[in-house]
C-alpha cells in the first residue's frame, strides 16, 4: 500500500465516481464515510512502518513517482492528514443537513486530495499549481450549471490565478539566493515576489474584497468549504516556505510585514463586520479577521510559532462548518440573509440560532469556546513582541463581538405573540447539536487538541528550534 495512493489519488477517483453515479443523498453519507476512514487510517497506522496483523504484514509506504513527479508523506504527516480528513468528513457529513447542492461531496473529495497532493509534492513549489488546479475546482462547486459565475467567483479565481507566477518565479530566485545569500538585490526581488504571490493567496487587505461579495452572491455552505480548506493549505505552504528558507525566517522586516499584514487583515475585517446588516458578510469578515490571525502567528518570532498556527487552525475548520451550516439552514427561511429577513427567526429556529451564535462568539474568542485558548496563546506571545499590534487585534475581535451582538438583535426582535417552534429537521438538529458540543469541549478541555499538536512541529523542524 502506498500513501500517496491511499489518500490523494484514491479520494479523487472516489470523488469522480461519486459525481457521476451517485445522488445527493447518497452522496454525504457515502464521501463523508470516506474521508473519516481515511482520517481514522492516517491516525491509527503509522506511514513507512511494518505492522504485523497475524500472519500478514501490512506497511504504507510514504513515496509514489507520478508524471515524472515525486510525492511523498512521511510518518510526521500522519496527524495533519487525519485533522484534514476528519474535518472534511464533518463538511461532508453535514451536506444533506445543508441543502448544498449534489456535487459538493465529490468536487469536495477532489478539491481536499489536490490539497492533499500539494504538502506531499516534490519539489514542493509545484504546490502552488496543485493550489491554482483545487482554485478551478472551485468554480463549479460554486456555480450551477446553469448559471454564469458571479462576481465574488470570478475575482477569486483571478487572484488565486495571479498568485501562481509570483511564487513560481520567486520559488526560481530562491535558488539563486541559496547559493549566494550575500546578493542583497535578489534577495530583496525574491522576497517582494513571494510576499505578493502570498498576498494574492491569502486575500490580504484590500484584496479580500471577493470573500463578503462571495458570501453574498453564492451559496453559503459551498463557501464556507472554500473559505476553510485552501487558507488552511495556503498556511501550511507559507510555513513549508520559512521552514526551508533560513534567510526568510531570520530576516526581521519580512517577519514583521507577515505580522503587520495579519494586524490590519484582523483589524479592518472586525470593524468592517460590525458594521454590515448582512448575515453573509458577516462571516465572510470574521473569516477574514481568522486568516489575519494565522498570519500574525506566521510573523510572531518565537519557538512556539508552529504550535500557536495551529492551534488557530484547527478551531477554525469546526467553527465556520457549524457557522456555515446554521446559515444555510437559516437562509432557506431568511433569504437574502439581512437583518430585515431573519427578524425573529430565534424562535421558528433556535436550534441553527443558538449553533450560529456560539460559532460566532468562539471566532470572537470568547471564554469556554474553542476560539479562545488560541486567542490567548496568541496575545500572550503578541505582547511581548508589539503592545501596538496586540491593541488592534484586541479591536478587530471588539468588531466581531459587536457583529454578534447586533446578530442576536435581529434574531429576537419578534411580537410577544409569537410561538416558539422547531423547524429544524433532526439531521440538521443533530450535526449542529455535535458542532456545539465540539465548540464547548475544545474551549473547556483544550488539552484534547494535545495529540495533534504534539507531533504536527515535526512537520517543521526548523521554525520550532
Known amino acids: 500500500m502506498n500513501a500517496p495512493i491511499l489518500w490523494i489519488i ?80 464533518l463538511w461532508f457529513f453535514g451536506t444533506e443537513a445543508s441543502g448544498a447542492a449534489d456535487r459538493f461531496v465529490p468536487l469536495g473529495l477532489m478539491i481536499i486530495a489536490l490539497l492533499t497532493a500539494s504538502i506531499a509534492v516534490e519539489p514542493f513549489l509545484y504546490a502552488a499549481l496543485l493550489l491554482e488546479m483545487a482554485a478551478m475546482l472551485v468554480i463549479p462547486l460554486l456555480t450551477p ?29 530562491l535558488a539563486g539566493v541559496e547559493a549566494s545569500p550575500s546578493d542583497l538585490g535578489s534577495t530583496v526581488q525574491a522576497g517582494v515576489m513571494l510576499m505578493m504571490g502570498f498576498a494574492f493567496l491569502f486575500a490580504i487587505f484590500p484584496l479580500y474584497n471577493w470573500i463578503p461579495q462571495l458570501m453574498e452572491e453564492a451559496s453559503t455552505y459551498p463557501t464556507g468549504f472554500l473559505l476553510w480548506a485552501l487558507p488552511t493549505f495556503t498556511v501550511i505552504f507559507a510555513l513549508g516556505f520559512l521552514d526551508r528558507y533560513a534567510w526568510l525566517r ?34 465572510g469578515y470574521a473569516a477574514i479577521a481568522e486568516t489575519g490571525l494565522l498570519l500574525i502567528a506566521l510573523g510572531l518570532r518565537s519557538p512556539n510559532l508552529v504550535d500557536i498556527v495551529f492551534l488557530v487552525l484547527i478551531p477554525r475548520g469546526l467553527e465556520l462548518s457549524v457557522w456555515a451550516l446554521a446559515l444555510s439552514i437559516i437562509k432557506q427561511k431568511a433569504y437574502p440573509l439581512k437583518f430585515s429577513d431573519a427578524q425573529g427567526l430565534a424562535r421558528k429556529y433556535p436550534i441553527a440560532v443558538s449553533a450560529l451564535m456560539i460559532a460566532h462568539l468562539s471566532v470572537a474568542g470568547f471564554p469556554l469556546l474553542a476560539g479562545f485558548p488560541s486567542r490567548l496563546a496568541l496575545w500572550q506571545e503578541l505582547s511581548l513582541q508589539s503592545l501596538a499590534a496586540s491593541f488592534w ?58 495529540p495533534f499538536l504534539a507531533n504536527l512541529p515535526a512537520l517543521f523542524e526548523h521554525l520550532h528550534q
Do not use: C
Not at 147 to 169: D, E, K, S
Not at 395 to 410: E, H, K, P
Open 10 to 89: 484514491a479520494p479523487f477517483i472516489a470523488g469522480g465516481s461519486i459525481l457521476l453515479l451517485l445522488r445527493e443523498r447518497y452522496a454525504a453519507y457515502i464521501g463523508g464515510s470516506i474521508a473519516a476512514l481515511l482520517a481514522l487510517i492516517a491516525w491509527l497506522v503509522p506511514i513507512d512502518t511494518a505492522l504485523l496483523i497475524g500472519s500478514v504484514s501490512l506497511k504504507i509506504s510514504p513515496a509514489v513517482v507520478f508524471f515524472g513527479r515525486s510525492f511523498e508523506l512521511s510518518p510526521a504527516d500522519g496527524p495533519l492528514i487525519a485533522l484534514i480528513y476528519g474535518l472534511a468528513a
Open 145 to 173: 450549471s446553469y448559471q454564469r459565475p458571479v462576481r465574488g467567483v470570478v475575482r477569486f479565481l483571478i487572484y488565486q490565478t495571479f498568485a501562481m507566477p509570483f511564487i513560481l518565479f520567486s520559488g526560481w530566485m
Open 250 to 283: 531570520n530576516t526581521p522586516q519580512i517577519a514583521d510585514a507577515i505580522l503587520y499584514a495579519g494586524v490590519i487583515m484582523t483589524a479592518t475585517a472586525g470593524i468592517l463586520g460590525a458594521l454590515q446588516r448582512h448575515l453573509g458578510r458577516i462571516l
Open 393 to 450: 487585534v484586541f479591536i478587530g475581535s471588539s468588531g466581531l463581538l459587536v457583529a454578534a451582538i447586533r446578530t442576536l438583535a435581529a434574531f429576537v426582535m419578534a411580537g410577544e405573540d409569537s410561538a416558539w417552534e422547531i423547524n429544524e429537521n433532526w439531521t440538521q438538529s443533530l450535526m449542529l447539536g455535535i458542532g456545539i458540543l465540539g465548540l464547548f469541549a475544545i474551549g473547556a478541555f483544550p488539552q484534547i487538541l494535545q
